[in-house]
């Protein structure tokens, strides 16, 4: 009985303090670019990662989601408030206030809910579609163009579920989104 229990510890010591760590070890050698955030460069300069979130405040760009722990990557996590806490419920009618603000006409039922709560990790970097939709006008207004021009470049930056089948139905990149935005040319931001 000795030998078994002897047998298994080190049985299971070297496949899950040995050969599982080498195995990530490789696979994060094997695909590089997903192991670091995919930085996105503008000119030769890293601007920022797509597979974290930004804060975006000018009205002239899309705002992404509310991140409890201000965009910091060396801390994710969320703020952990239940959905009665009276702190959580504060912060999202502040955040309730500021869309209403910012998108004249718009009642707080409009508001999709990512646009308003945090992710559980606080690094979010998509928002859905309809969230792309509801912030439009103002971004169209702002930098004085045409609603559906944006309207279709939301269209091009949206991305459906993996494979079809694995994830949320449509998803956009808000960093993606907004550089697109920057690359418009001139003449359809009159």
Do not use: C
């Amino acid at each position: 009985m000795f030998k078994t229990s002897l047998f298994l510890i080190l049985a299971t010591l070297l496949l899950f303090g040995v050969a599982y760590p080498l195995a990530i070890w490789g696979i994060g050698k094997l695909t590089p670019h997903t192991a670091t955030g995919k930085p996105v460069e503008r000119d030769g300069k890293v601007i920022g990662f797509e597979n974290i979130g930004q804060s975006f405040h000018s009205p002239k760009y899309f705002w992404g989601r509310p991140s409890a722990v201000g965009y910091d990557a060396s801390s994710t996590g969320g703020s952990n408030y239940g959905p009665s806490n009276p702190d959580f419920l504060s912060t999202v009618q502040q955040r309730i206030d500021t869309l209403l603000f910012y998108h004249p006409g718009k009642t707080a039922a409009d508001i999709p809910v990512e646009l308003v709560t945090a992710s559980g990790g606080g690094l979010d970097p998509h928002i859905s579609k309809a969230a792309a939709l509801f912030q439009a006008e103002r971004v169209a207004r702002a930098r004085n163009m045409d609603v559906r021009g944006l309207t279709g470049l939301i269209e091009k930056q949206t991305k459906g579920p993996y494979l079809g089948l694995f994830g949320p139905k449509e998803l956009i990149n808000v960093l993606k989104l907004n550089l697109a935005l920057d690359e418009l040319p001139q003449s359809s931001q009159q």
